[in-house]
């Protein structure tokens, strides 16, 4: 009974593997507000109702390509925060940051269904979020440690903004100054829009040499994040010195 529980329990995984690629072509093919169990179900030879066994529907199949998309963001960041593990916190934030951009750019149409368009109709559940948080947390983590060592320099919340501030600080990093928490949620937001701006096209004609134009401005976010120390070798913009 065990052997046969074995070889189902592969065999659904190999099935929910190859819907998912399937899916992914058809978002590379046609974008996510096209997706269609019964296309997918038809280019992998099945009958809509076996396809279902394993998706109830097409947000189910969004949701797990969605979570997918975060994990594999998530880890490539990882692995570059822990190649610099031992430098500093701004070679640390542009490591990050940098990974972040090469996944895109190596991701487009993953990318896209993560931070692009909103898809019609669907809402994401509470169980994309730890997915779609491992990049903010490890931004997090390198601000904090900042903190706790060298301290961060910091730029005061207008008066309307400090009760916000306060809430934003308690929901995401209570440990730190409202006003550090909230320059990271305005450069993770200016992150991904740099991002954007490279994948979509935006920087076209604009922009020729992006990657050292990405590593200062990335570099300036650190610096609004209250990460004003250089490493050695580094001006404090996030470039190497002329």
Same mark, same amino acid.
């Not at 604009?206 to 990405?214: G, K, Q």
């Given at each position: 009974? +065990?052997?046969?529980?074995?070889?189902? %329990?592969?065999?659904?995984? $190999?099935?929910?593997? &190859?819907?998912?690629?399937? =899916? !992914? *072509?058809?978002?590379?093919?046609?974008?996510?507000?096209?997706?269609?169990?019964?296309?997918?179900?038809?280019?992998?030879?099945?009958?809509?109702?076996?396809?279902?066994?394993?998706?109830?529907?097409?947000?189910?199949?969004?949701?797990?390509?969605?979570?997918?998309?975060?994990?594999?963001?998530?880890?490539?960041?990882? +692995?570059?925060?822990?190649?610099?593990? %031992?430098?500093?916190?701004? $070679?640390?934030?542009? &490591?990050?940051?940098?990974? =972040? !951009? *090469?996944?895109?750019?190596?991701?487009?149409?993953?990318?896209?269904?993560?931070?692009?368009?909103?898809?019609?109709?669907?809402?994401?559940?509470?169980?994309?979020?730890?997915?779609?948080?491992?990049?903010?947390?490890?931004?997090?983590?390198?601000?904090?440690?900042?903190?706790?060592?060298?301290?961060?320099?910091?730029?005061?919340?207008?008066?309307?903004?400090?009760?916000?501030?306060?809430?934003?600080?308690?929901?995401?990093?209570?440990?730190?100054?409202?006003?550090?928490?909230?320059?990271?949620?305005?450069?993770?937001?200016?992150?991904?829009?740099?991002?954007?701006?490279?994948?979509?096209?935006?920087?076209?004609?604009?922009?020729?040499?992006?990657?050292?134009?990405?590593?200062?401005?990335?570099?300036?976010?650190?610096?609004?994040?209250?990460?004003?120390?250089?490493?050695?070798?580094?001006?404090?913009?996030?470039?190497?010195?002329?």
């Amino acid at each position: 009974m +065990s052997t046969a529980r074995g070889a189902r %329990a592969r065999a659904r995984i $190999e099935v929910t593997a &190859a819907i998912k690629d399937e =899916a !992914r *072509r058809q978002l590379a093919a046609e974008g996510a507000a096209k997706l269609s169990l019964r296309a997918v179900a038809r280019e992998l030879g099945m009958v809509s109702s076996a396809l279902y066994r394993y998706f109830p529907s097409r947000d189910d199949l969004l949701t797990a390509l969605i979570i997918d998309a975060y994990d594999s963001l998530g880890e490539a960041a990882e +692995s570059a925060h822990a190649e610099v593990a %031992a430098s500093g916190p701004r $070679e640390r934030w542009i &490591a990050v940051c940098a990974a =972040a !951009r *090469r996944w895109a750019l190596e991701h487009p149409h993953e990318y896209a269904l993560i931070y692009g368009s909103p898809v019609p109709g669907y809402v994401a559940p509470q169980e994309t979020v730890p997915a779609a948080s491992r990049v903010g947390l490890l931004l997090i983590g390198v601000v904090r440690d900042a903190y706790r060592g060298k301290g961060l320099a910091r730029t005061p919340v207008s008066v309307g903004l400090k009760d916000e501030a306060r809430r934003m600080a308690g929901d995401l990093a209570p440990d730190l100054p409202p006003e550090v928490v909230v320059a990271l949620v305005a450069s993770w937001a200016q992150l991904y829009g740099l991002i954007g701006f490279e994948l979509f096209g935006q920087f076209n004609r604009v922009v020729d040499d992006r990657e050292p134009f990405f590593r200062h401005a990335v570099g300036r976010l650190a610096h609004e994040v209250g990460l004003v120390y250089p490493e050695p070798g580094e001006t404090a913009a996030g470039s190497p010195p002329a």
